[in-house]
């Protein structure tokens, strides 16, 4: 039961990504041409060319084109995950053209519109990164990539982000281009920064002679585990237990204000950490 209500909170995160990647590529990127890359990069500079044909209508082409590529290349074996949100993305895009039609941009800010139009794909990237998924799109050529060669999969997307950002110059004019020059920097950093904090995990050193009731708290309350080591103090040569353990940011609260009303004498050292690899935490792949 424990195992099927993970899966379900998986896809149920999952399935929060695609929508917040979709709300700010629809309702930013689109009016605005914002072209920061990947398969929406390419939609935008080719609904330009092409108006007969929305952005949206590209999207969800591109993907279909590149998902029957995966299966091509890797049958069956090819994530199920992808391909979920690849159509997810496809179909949400192409709703929001029929019931929420954009002919301009919501604002005449365009600089806060990049970053609506980087910030929430970033955001639900990071979601996407955090449950072991992705977005698709040029993902799975990045995937194919590494399958047949021994190119720098970061640095050849990369490059072709960098040539699809170039583009809207082209298509869009300088001051567009620029901005989407922009957008492609603020996302190479803004994805990092926020998978390392839905990543974040407090780690606590616990120095105390009194464990039981902290040992107690711990697995019984938080549900977590902990490790006990024995010390001694340099200057009293008392001895002492060292409890290590690791919880979540709420967790952490919670421990530590036990730990003071409870144990007023307990020393406590709280780190930051985002990776924690272990039973509990993520697997070691």
Not at 128 to 147: E, H, P, Q, R, V
Not at 168 to 179: D, K, N, S, Y
Request: charged share 15%; hydrophobic share 50%.
């Amino acid at each position: 039961m424990k195992a099927h209500r993970g899966t379900i909170r998986e896809w149920l995160c999952i399935t929060a990504g695609i929508m917040i990647m979709t709300a700010g590529i629809y309702f930013f990127k689109f009016p605005n041409h914002f072209s920061t890359g990947g398969v929406t990069g390419i939609a935008i500079v080719l609904g330009h060319y092409i108006p007969s044909m929305t952005p949206g209508t590209f999207v969800t082409v591109i993907n279909v084109l590149l998902l029957l590529l995966g299966f091509a290349v890797f049958g069956r074996s090819f994530g199920v995950r992808t391909v979920y949100t690849s159509l997810l993305m496809s179909g949400l895009l192409r709703l929001l053209e029929i019931v929420c039609p954009m002919d301009a941009p919501m604002t005449n800010q365009p600089l806060v519109e990049l970053l609506f139009a980087v910030g929430l794909p970033a955001v639900g990237s990071a979601i996407l990164f955090n449950m072991n998924a992705s977005s698709g799109g040029t993902d799975i050529i990045a995937m194919i990539l590494k399958k047949h060669t021994s190119l720098n999969i970061g640095l050849a997307l990369l490059c072709s982000d960098t040539i699809i950002t170039l583009s809207a110059c082209v298509a869009f004019g300088m001051e567009t281009g620029l901005f989407s020059v922009l957008g492609l920097i603020i996302k190479a950093l803004f994805v990092d920064l926020v998978m390392d904090n839905l990543r974040v995990k407090k780690c606590f050193q616990i120095i105390t002679s009194h464990p039981e009731p902290i040992e107690e708290y711990i697995m019984k309350e938080l549900h977590r585990g902990a490790t006990q080591l024995h010390g001694e103090g340099v200057y009293t040569h008392e001895g002492k237990t060292v409890l290590l353990t690791v919880v979540s940011r709420h967790e952490a609260v919670l421990l530590r204000d036990f730990i003071k009303e409870n144990d007023p004498g307990a020393f406590m050292i709280i780190t930051s950490s985002t990776e924690i690899i272990g039973n509990g935490f993520r697997g070691v792949t």
